[in-house]
C-alpha cells in the first residue's frame, strides 16, 4: 500500500517540480539580465522595462489575445492601400507612354529649339517629375511601415517559440498547441506582410525606372539650355535672303518655334481646370486687395492733408481697381508657381491696362507715350509668339518687330524729344536715355543676327528687351503701392503708439523706401539677367572671382572671405545705427532711469553689436585667431607703448559712459572752450559752442583736468546784473525797484528768492546788485536782457540816473608861483 501510494504521488511530485521550474525561469532570466554590473553606482536608475524573454505560463492566454489583436492589426495595415490600387493602372499606362514619348522629345532638343518651346517641355516634364516624387515619397513611407511590421512580427515569433521550448520540456499539451496555433497566425502575417512588401519594391522599381526618363528629359533641357547660352553667337539657321530666295522652302530644317493657339489653349485650361482651389483662391485675392484699397484710399486723402509728399500716392491711389489687381498679380507666381509659358503670357496681357492706368497720373506725357509703346511692344510680341507657329513667317514677323521699335528708338533719340523728356521729371531723364540708348543697340545687333541667321539670338534679344523693361515698370508700380502700403503702416493706430513713428514717421518713411529701391533695383538686375540668358554664367563668373585666393603660404583667404567680411561689417553697422535709433526714440524714453543712463546703455549697445560684428567679420574672412596669438601679444606690449593717448582717452570714454559727470546737452567749459554737449564716443566728446562750431575733445582731458558743467544735477543758474546810481538817490527805493523787477518775471525762479543788495560807495555812482534765479538754462542771457531792460525802463520812469565815470583834472602851470593853478 506504501508502495501504491508511493507510485500515486510521484506524478503528482513530477508535475509540481516542472511548474516550479517554469516559473523560476523567466524570474531568474530576468534577475541575470537586470544585475547591475560591478562598475555600475548604487543611485543608477532602473532599467527600462523590457519584454520578458519567456511568457509566464499563467499569461499564456491573456498574452495570446493580445497577440491576436496585434496580428489583426498589422494585416489591416498590410492590405493593399489605395495609393497601390490608384498606381498600379497608372504605372501600366505611363509604362506605355513615358519611355517612347521621352525618347522622341529627346530627340527634338536640339540647341536650335525655341526658348519657348524648351519651357514648356521643361515645364511638363517638370510637373511629371514632381508626381513621381510625391508618389514615390508615399511608397517609401508604405515600405518603412511594413519593415516596422516586420520587425515587430520577428519579435513575437521569437518570444513564443522560446516560450513553445520551455512549455515543450513540461508537456502541457495544452498550452504547446495554442503556442504553436499562434505561431502558426504569426508566419502567416509575415508571409501576407512580406507579399505586401516585395509588391511595393517592385511597385517602386517601376517608377524608378519612369523617373530616370523624367531624369534624362530634364537633364536633356538643362544641357541645350546650357549650350543656347554659350552659342548664343553661333549662327543656328542659313541666312534670311537664302530662305526668301527658294520656292520650296521647307519648315523641317527649322525646329517649330510656338506651340499653335489651340495647344496653348489646351494646356492653359489643363492647367488651370487642375488647380481648381488656386484659382479661387486668387480670384479672393483680386476682390480683397481691391477691397482694401477702396478702404484705403479714403483715409489717404486725410493722410495727403497732414503731409504734403503724400500728393503723388494719392494721384496713383485714384484707380484704386487697378492697384487692387496688380498687387493681386504680384501674387501670382506664389501661388501659380509652376505655371506653363502659356498662363505667364496671358497674365502679362492682363496686367498690361491697369498697369498704364495706374502709373498714368505719375508720369509726365513724354514719359507716358513711351509706357504706351512699351505696352504695344509687349502686346505684339506676345502674339507672335504663341499664335504664328510658321518658322518663316514668325522669323518675318519678329525682324519687322524689330525695325519697327529700332526706328521708334531713333525718332526719340533725337535731342528735341529729350529735351520733352528734360521738361518732365528730371530723375528719371538719365536712366530713360540710358535705357534707350542701349535698346537701340540690342535692337540693331538683334536685326543683324536674325538676317544673319542666328534666330536663337534676335529672339532672345527682343524678347529679353521687352520683358525687362515691362518688369521695369511693372516694379515702378508695385514701388508705388509698397510706398502707399508702408504709408498706411505708419499712420495706423498701433504703429502711432510708438513714440519714433510720431516723431520721425518721415525719416522712417524715407529710409524704408530708399531700402525697397535698391532691393527692387536689384531684383530687376537678376531678372533682367535671367532675360538674357547670363544668369547663370554671371554666377559661375561670380562664384570664380569670390574663390579667387588672395593669401600667401598658410595664410589662405579668398576674395569671398574679404567680401564677406566687408559685408557683415557694414550689416553690424547699421544693425547698430537701427537698435540705437530705436532706444534713443522709443524704448528709453518710457524708462525712468536716471538721467544719462539711456544715453549710455544705447552707446554701449551700439557699440556691443558692432564689437560682435567684428568678431563674426573675422570668423567670415576665414582668419585663425589662434594662429595670431603671439602676434597679437607683440601687438598689446606696441599699443601699450606707443598707443598710450589713444588708450587713455578710450578708457577714459568709457569712465564718462558709467559715471556719467557729463551727459549729452549738458553745458560746459572746458579751458576756453563754451558750448554745449553733443556727442559722447569712446575716443572723443564733441561739444557745440555756441557760435555754431563742433570742437572735439579727447575724453582724457574731461577725466584728467577739471572742467565746469553747468547742468550736472539740474538746470538752475544764478544770474548776477550789476547796476549803480547816482550818489544821492535813496538807496531803499533802488533796492525796492530791482526787487519788484525780479519777482514780477515769471521766468525767475521763487525759490531761491530774488536778492537786491547794495554793493560799495563806487567813484562815481552806488553799487547795487540784482541776483536771481533761473531754470531755463538754454535761454538765460536772454532773461538777463530782459531784467536789464526793464530795469532802465524803471529807473527812468523813477527819474533815477545811471552815471556814467567822471574825473575832475587839475592843471598845474610849470614855473608858477604855488596856489596859481586852474581847475
Known amino acids: 500500500m506504501r508502495t501504491a501510494a508511493r507510485r500515486a504521488c510521484h506524478p503528482a511530485l513530477t508535475s509540481l517540480l516542472a511548474l516550479l521550474v517554469v516559473l523560476a525561469a523567466p524570474v531568474a532570466i530576468g534577475a541575470e539580465e537586470g544585475a547591475p554590473s560591478p562598475g555600475d553606482g548604487a543611485n543608477a536608475p532602473p532599467p527600462a522595462a523590457a519584454q520578458p524573454a519567456v511568457i509566464p505560463t ?19 495595415r498590410a492590405s493593399e492601400s489605395d495609393t497601390s490600387r490608384k498606381l498600379l493602372p497608372q504605372l501600366d499606362a ?11 522629345v529627346v530627340t527634338k532638343l536640339t540647341p536650335t529649339i525655341s526658348p519657348h518651346r524648351l519651357g514648356e517641355i521643361e515645364g511638363t516634364w517638370t510637373k511629371r517629375s514632381a508626381h513621381f516624387d510625391d508618389w514615390s515619397r508615399q511608397l517609401a513611407d508604405r515600405v518603412k511601415n511594413l519593415s516596422d511590421d516586420l520587425a515587430e512580427l520577428d519579435s513575437l515569433e521569437n518570444l513564443w517559440q522560446k516560450t513553445e521550448e520551455v512549455a515543450s520540456e513540461n508537456r502541457a499539451k495544452p498550452l504547446i498547441d495554442r503556442i504553436r496555433s499562434t505561431l502558426t497566425a504569426i508566419h502567416e502575417t509575415q508571409a501576407l506582410v512580406r507579399k505586401r512588401e516585395n509588391a511595393i519594391l517592385v511597385l517602386q522599381d517601376r517608377l524608378a525606372k519612369l523617373t530616370q526618363d523624367v531624369g534624362t528629359v530634364l537633364g536633356r533641357v538643362r544641357n541645350v539650355r546650357r549650350a543656347q547660352q554659350q552659342n548664343l553667337l553661333v ?48 480670384i479672393l485675392i483680386i476682390f480683397v486687395t481691391i477691397a482694401g484699397v477702396f478702404g484705403l484710399r479714403a483715409k489717404a486723402v486725410q493722410w495727403a492733408g497732414e503731409d504734403e509728399s503724400l500728393a503723388p500716392i494719392i494721384a496713383s491711389l485714384s484707380r484704386p481697381i487697378s492697384g487692387g489687381f496688380l498687387v493681386a498679380a504680384s501674387t501670382f507666381p506664389w501661388v501659380f ?9 496671358f497674365l502679362s496681357l492682363l496686367v498690361i491696362p491697369p498697369l498704364i492706368h495706374f502709373l498714368s497720373p505719375l508720369l509726365n506725357s513724354p514719359v507716358r507715350r513711351a509706357l504706351y509703346a512699351l505696352a504695344a511692344w509687349l502686346v505684339f510680341d506676345l502674339f507672335r509668339t504663341y499664335l504664328v507657329p510658321d518658322p518663316l513667317v514668325n522669323r518675318l514677323a519678329l525682324l519687322g518687330e524689330d525695325v519697327v521699335v529700332l526706328g521708334v528708338m531713333l525718332w526719340l533719340l533725337r535731342p528735341k524729344r529729350l529735351g520733352d523728356l528734360e521738361s518732365g521729371d ?37 524678347q529679353a528687351l521687352v520683358n525687362s523693361l515691362f518688369t521695369a515698370a511693372a516694379l515702378g508700380a508695385a514701388l508705388k503701392v509698397l510706398e502707399f502700403a508702408l504709408v498706411a503702416c505708419l499712420h495706423s493706430q498701433a504703429a502711432q503708439q510708438l513714440r519714433m513713428v510720431r ?27 535671367r532675360h538674357f540668358r547670363v544668369e547663370q554664367a554671371a554666377h559661375d563668373y561670380a562664384i570664380r572671382i569670390l574663390n579667387a585666393p588672395i593669401g600667401a603660404g598658410d595664410f589662405d583667404v579668398t576674395l569671398g572671405h574679404l567680401f564677406g567680411s566687408v559685408l557683415v561689417i557694414v550689416v553690424s553697422v547699421y544693425l547698430a545705427r537701427i537698435v540705437r535709433f530705436i532706444l534713443d526714440e522709443d524704448v528709453m524714453p518710457r524708462t525712468n532711469l536716471p538721467l544719462g543712463v539711456p544715453y549710455t546703455v544705447s552707446v554701449l549697445a551700439g557699440y556691443g553689436i558692432i564689437l560682435l560684428g567684428s568678431f563674426a567679420a573675422v570668423a567670415a574672412a576665414g582668419i585663425d585667431m589662434s594662429r595670431f596669438a603671439l602676434v597679437l601679444s607683440a601687438l598689446s606690449v606696441g599699443i601699450g607703448i606707443g598707443l598710450q593717448g589713444v588708450v587713455n582717452n578710450f578708457v577714459s570714454g568709457l569712465i564718462l559712459l558709467f559715471e556719467r559727470p557729463l551727459k549729452v546737452g549738458d553745458t560746459v567749459e572746458v579751458g576756453d572752450v563754451r558750448g554745449e554737449i553733443h556727442r559722447i564716443g569712446l575716443r572723443s566728446t564733441t561739444v557745440r559752442t555756441w557760435d555754431g562750431s563742433e570742437v572735439v575733445i579727447p575724453n582724457g582731458q574731461f577725466i584728467g583736468d577739471k572742467f565746469t558743467n553747468w547742468t550736472l544735477s539740474d538746470h538752475v543758474r544764478r544770474i548776477q546784473i550789476d547796476v549803480g546810481v547816482a550818489y544821492g538817490t535813496d538807496p531803499e527805493q533802488v533796492l525796492e525797484i530791482l526787487k519788484e523787477i525780479a519777482e514780477a518775471n515769471p521766468r525767475v525762479k521763487e525759490a531761491p528768492p530774488p536778492r537786491a543788495l547794495m554793493r560799495a560807495f563806487g567813484e562815481s555812482s552806488l553799487d547795487f546788485m540784482l541776483r536771481v534765479w533761473t531754470d531755463d538754462m538754454g535761454n538765460w542771457t536772454g532773461l538777463r536782457s530782459e531784467l536789464t531792460i526793464a530795469i532802465n525802463a524803471k529807473f527812468a520812469e523813477a527819474n533815477i ?3 556814467f565815470p567822471q574825473r575832475d583834472l587839475h592843471v598845474k602851470k610849470s614855473g608858477g608861483a604855488p596856489g596859481n593853478e586852474a581847475s
Open 235 to 282: 549662327v543656328d539657321s542659313v541666312p534670311l535672303w537664302t530662305v526668301l530666295g527658294r520656292s520650296d522652302f521647307e519648315a523641317e530644317n527649322l525646329e517649330d518655334l510656338e506651340l499653335s493657339i489651340t495647344e496653348g489653349a489646351r494646356h492653359a485650361a489643363a492647367y488651370f481646370e487642375s488647380r481648381g482651389a488656386k484659382v479661387g483662391l486668387f
Open 503 to 529: 516723431r520721425r514717421s518721415r525719416v522712417i518713411r524715407e529710409r524704408a523706401i530708399r531700402i525697397l529701391r535698391i532691393a527692387l533695383v536689384l531684383f530687376w538686375g537678376w531678372i533682367t539677367l
Open 426 to 462: 528730371h530723375s528719371l531723364l538719365w536712366l530713360i536715355g540710358l535705357g534707350m540708348r542701349i535698346t537701340t543697340l540690342a535692337l540693331a545687333a538683334a536685326i543683324v543676327a536674325n538676317v544673319a541667321g542666328n534666330v536663337t539670338l534676335a529672339e532672345m534679344l527682343t
Open 337 to 345: 508657381p509652376d505655371r506653363p509659358d502659356v498662363v505667364g503670357g
Open 58 to 76: 499563467a499569461e499564456v492566454a491573456a498574452r495570446w489575445r493580445s497577440t491576436q489583436s496585434t496580428l489583426g492589426e498589422i494585416r489591416e
Open 94 to 104: 505611363l509604362e506605355k507612354e513615358v519611355p517612347p514619348l521621352a525618347a522622341e
Open 801 to 803: 540816473e545811471i552815471p
